[in-house]
């Protein structure tokens, strides 16, 4: 079916291009300490100021030996004992070295053989095999060398970068302050939870949502509030939270309807740069800038809401918190479902279940609960239909969402 029923709505690749384009690094940087870093986007980069480990060490609990000197069947005197934490003796010559994992290799030594492959003789100890070189030896400098750059600007640290940078000393970073992102909530109907439910109301599950996904990704969410359906009230909460946030999110009132204020309110003052997607959820997007401060209006189903957010509003967020490679793993998996062709590129929220993906009964937008079922969306391109077995792209919201 060709798509003449959507006519100028942009594809979602040229939607994410212009986006990345468009997103600026926040210049704003503060130290932190070690522990205070994990998920914080590294700013400055150092360079190793020691080799780890610093210096050679044995892998193994044995004896450390002059390969060269060691014949099978002699007894070798053990001259010391190497533990870790303490630094070694000169190897005497002719002689071997008790030594244990971690301990530092003696001035003499170049290699170590297992206590298990040893046997203990009166005055010493005899070995069963010729020593290779190098053998269970962890050379200084193996993991990282003095000078080297360990961690790039740009890196969301991760466990195992705070790792890495505490073991070459690092006490403080440099990291991005995080990016404070205004919420508003667009729509007459909505009430806040906790508040009675009148007719014709509906509650706000929109800024939560967004509250939970800036908190996952480390940012600062700013509650501007709910906005009344109208022209100045839109125009008067968005110069605020121009005033107070680093980039507005803004949800409903972004479709045609007359109550929908959003663009227009935007285009007074500001502009708009991509309008209408071809997506499904999510067609009535808005990007722009309001005094220079970038500007997201999400669709307001509560389901446009939070596709939208994870496919474009991220990855925007996350270049603009001077992330340099984003790398979300996606998989190909088998369709446990049909799905008619449709004019736009849909996000099906699906479940991996016994090696295939199946999809939420109800996929409608007003249908939160689907992803809240799901543990990702399936991709369906525009135009496809989908049987049972087809390879499908899927986006698990534990890359998503994190
Ligand atoms: N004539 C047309 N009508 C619509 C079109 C269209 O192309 N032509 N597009 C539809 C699509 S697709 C979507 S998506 C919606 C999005 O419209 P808005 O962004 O203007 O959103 P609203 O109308 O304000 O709200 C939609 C829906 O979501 C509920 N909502 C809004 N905010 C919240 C919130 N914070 N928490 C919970 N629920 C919320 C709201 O009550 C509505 O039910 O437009 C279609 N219409
Ligand atoms: O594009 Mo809307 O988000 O499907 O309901």
Known sequence: ????????????????????????????????????????????????T????????????????????????????????????????????????????GAEI???????????AVTLAPGGVIFGEPVR????????GQDIKRGDIVIPVGTRLQPADIGVLASTGNECLDV??????????????????????????????????????LKKLG?????????????DATVDALLQAAELADCIISTGGVSVGEEDHVRQAVEMVGHINIWRLKIKPGKPLAFGRIKGIPFFGLPGNPASTLVTFCILARPFLLSMQGIKHQRDLSYRLPAGFYRAAGSRQEYVRVRLDGGELVAFGNQNSGVLSSASWADGLAVIPSEIEISKGDMLTFLPFTELLG
């Open 176 to 213: 991005f302050k995080p990016l404070k992102v205004a919420i508003l909530s667009t729509g007459d109907e909505l009430v806040d939870p906790g508040q009675p439910l009148e007719s014709g109301q509906i509650y706000n599950s929109n800024r939560y949502v967004l509250m939970a996904l």
């Open 133 to 140: 070189p190098g053998q269970y030896v962890r050379k200084a």
């Open 50 to 101: 020691v080799n780890v480990p610093p210096a050679d060490n044995s892998s193994m609990d044995g004896y450390a030996v002059d390969a060269a000197s060691i014949v099978p069947g002699v007894i070798y005197p053990i001259s010391q004992r190497v533990v870790a934490g303490h630094a070694p003796s000169a190897l005497e010559p002719g002689a071997v070295a008790r030594i244990f994992t």
């Open 106 to 116: 003696p001035e003499g030594a170049n290699a170590v053989v297992m206590q298990e």
């Open 1 to 48: 079916m060709a798509s003449c029923d959507q006519p100028g709505l942009i594809p979602y690749e040229q939607a994410l291009a212009e986006l990345l384009r468009e997103a600026q690094v926040s210049a704003k940087t503060e130290t932190v300490k070690l522990e205070h870093a994990v998920g914080r986007v590294l700013a400055e980069q150092s360079a190793a």
């Open 219 to 231: 940012m600062e969410p700013v509650v501007i509030g709910r906005v009344q359906d109208s022209l």
